[in-house]
Nanobody, 127 residues
């Protein structure tokens, strides 16, 4: 069983930055694609950034390209989401999720499938 624990959420003003962390108990064939999702009240959950573990392969939603960066520290079994130039519309509960991907190109944020989910961390951006 893979466990995911997020941290790093909080409240910032527009233009500010936050870094989210997702610590996992282990990486397996069923959790080699790590994706950050977010869900705002009344809106559907959307994938914002994904990374294929062990490779320099990332994918981003258009809404966050150039502002968010996903990265991995395999020594710590941790995935990070650096969020810069935050906007009020970035306000949401952010979730770390993991699923299996056969190859790097299949680890896309457009897929909402996941085998494992974290508990979520709230990000609030004020104008």
């Amino acid at each position: 069983q893979v466990q995911l624990v997020e941290s790093g959420g909080g409240s910032v003003q527009a233009g500010g930055s936050l870094r989210l962390s997702c610590a996992t108990s282990s990486y397996t064939y069923s959790s080699n694609c790590m994706v950050w999702f977010r869900q705002a009240p009344g809106k559907e959950r959307e994938g914002v950034a994904g990374i294929y573990i062990g490779a320099d392969s990332t994918d981003y939603a258009d809404s966050v390209k150039g502002r968010f960066t996903i990265s991995q520290d395999n020594a710590k079994n941790t995935v990070y989401l650096q969020m810069n130039s935050l906007k009020p519309e970035d306000t949401a509960m952010y979730y770390c999720a993991a699923r299996g991907a056969g190859y790097a190109g299949s680890c896309r944020v457009s897929s909402k499938a996941a085998n494992y989910w974290g508990q979520g961390t709230q990000v609030t951006v004020s104008s």
